[in-house]
């Protein structure tokens, strides 16, 4: 019989020390570390603590498990254990992962995957792989988990192979640049299977998936860095679908020299920075970006509003004119659902001349990128607030959650713009041949007439009258106007429309 104290020592130690100083000179944490800086308390209770404590080498099995508190709310947590056999998943391992989540699902509590494994292990493959307790049934769990409760992963080191698809299945995923992973085939692979010489970044490193692939949300400098974005994170979520978003003491907008009215351009055309909009909106320091280094062109972030959270959809007319592409279609849709499926509120502030277009982004299917982003703005029951900044063109004003997609108010700047394309495309397209007839002297003076004629046709006053639009708002009131509405949609309960499930344009 061996002695308890030393046992239960010996496994919370984790692998052998030469492990230990190998993550440490890597700037990674001991996975029990990474718990206590992340969870208010340490675990609460950890399961299966002992599992597979017959063999020396594999202290429970290479990941712990159990429930936590973050911010005084309960999760349920999965983490790596990477000194045990670099936290590759045995048959015991899958079990324990597999359990947690069953646990989530009762409690209905936010699953928190902190991942830092090189797979499975191949030695194992035939009692963790293929059977209905397998490594499968850890991503039909997930399915089951998304939209119920929120699904954070925490990527610290590699996510290889099948088990890179943790991190696809979940909400959010947070990588930390330097030793965060994940790939479907490693570069070795790579290269015997199909020739590819390639590194690991290249590959799949934590840079490129939050800048090109967008399979990560955020870039971390740090393991500190990410465990921090993951507790604020998890301030703007209810604990499951059924609740609503916690409230937070109101705080004022940063403070500014420019006010809103000075901050806008006249010119519809000339670049400011949507991000300077944002913080005279939202409360102070409350801004928790997703997906920054991504589809820059579209802005995604959670915010406060008169303490309430809300979720920000912005075009950015400092980046490629805020045009949309197939990328922020998709940037779009998957942070429309996130808000949706958990009770946060959107608005859309929206500055945008349409969708791309051209041969490149057609062969790489933005239409049907685009229809993604315009079902599931439409599938939202949350309250949806859509503001009109400078402009909106095109199906630019319907993916913004324009008029026609029932958005609870559509709210517009004094000198907004709305029309099926700016002036200079709408004045060329009819007239392209009455101005090549002019003699060249007289066409300046014809264009002009003609860009004030349809300015005057899309007049903002002139679509309020028609009540295309709900409201017509000063710059620097705004934010006051976003306050009242927030407040009155509230008790907002919709249900879309009765049927299975959309034929969903992915």
């Known amino acids: ?129 293929p059977n209905r307790r397998g490594a499968g049934r850890i991503f039909y769990n997930q399915v089951k988990l998304s ?120 010119n519809q055309n000339a670049p400011f920075d949507m991000y300077q909009l944002i913080n005279r909106l939202i409360d102070a320091d409350s801004f928790c970006e997703i997906k920054k280094n991504f589809a820059k062109e579209l802005i995604t972030g959670l915010a406060r509003i008169d303490g309430k959270a809300v979720g920000i959809l912005a075009n950015q007319p400092r980046m490629k004119g805020g045009v949309l592409f197939h990328d922020s279609a998709d940037k779009a849709a998957k942070f429309i659902q996130l808000c949706d499926a958990f009770n946060i509120p959107l608005v859309f502030l929206a500055d945008i001349p349409g969708f791309m277009i051209g041969t490149r982004v057609e062969q790489a299917g933005i239409i049907r990128h685009g229809a993604k982003m315009i079902s599931a703005m439409s599938e939202a029951t949350v309250p949806k607030i859509s503001v009109i900044v400078r402009k909106a063109y095109g199906a630019g004003l319907y993916a913004m959650a324009g008029p026609a997609f029932e958005p609870d108010v559509t709210i517009a700047l004094p000198t907004a713009q709305i029309a099926v394309m700016g002036p200079e495309a709408a004045v060329n397209a009819v007239y392209a041949n009455k101005i090549a007839e002019l003699p060249e002297e007289e066409r300046p003076a014809f264009i002009q007439e003609k860009h004030k004629e349809y300015q005057e046709n899309i007049d903002i006053y002139r679509l309020a009258s028609e009540m295309v639009i709900d409201d017509i708002v000063e710059p620097d009131n705004l934010r006051k106007a976003l306050e009242l509405r927030l407040d009155a949609y509230q008790s907002k309960n919709l249900h879309f429309t009765e049927r299975k499930h959309g034929v969903y344009p992915v």
């Open 147 to 266: 939209g119920r409760v929120p699904q954070v992963c925490l990527l610290f080191g590699p996510s290889a192979a099948g088990g890179a698809y943790i991190p696809a299945f979940c909400d959010v995923v947070i990588m930390v640049d330097g030793n965060a992973s994940m790939y479907l085939g490693s570069p070795r692979m790579a290269e015997k299977v199909i020739g590819e010489k390639v590194s690991l970044e290249e590959m799949g490193g934590a840079k490129m998936h939050t800048s090109v692939s967008g399979v990560g949300d955020v870039l971390a400098k740090d393991e500190s860095e990410a465990i921090a974005y993951t507790q604020k994170y998890l301030t703007y979520f209810p604990e499951n679908f059924r609740s609503k978003p916690p409230v937070a003491e109101t705080k004022s907008p940063a403070s500014f020299e420019k006010t809103i009215s000075e901050l806008i351009p006249e």
């Open 1 to 129: 019989m061996q002695n308890h104290e030393e046992l239960r020592q010996k496994i919370e130690s984790g692998g052998a020390e030469k492990y230990h100083e190998k993550n440490k000179e890597k700037g990674k944490m001991f996975v029990r570390d990474r718990l206590k800086e992340l969870l208010d308390d340490d675990l609460d209770v950890e399961d299966a603590f002992f599992a597979n404590c017959m063999d020396g080498s594999l202290p429970a099995d290479g990941v712990v498990t159990g429930i936590g508190k973050v911010n005084g709310q309960r999760v349920c947590i999965m983490a790596n254990d990477s000194t045990v056999k670099a936290g590759s998943w045995g048959k015991r391992t899958v079990e324990k992962i597999l359990r947690i989540q069953e646990t989530a699902m009762k409690l209905e509590l936010p699953m928190l995957y902190l991942v830092d494994s090189a797979g499975a292990r191949i030695t194992d493959q035939i009692d963790m792989f």
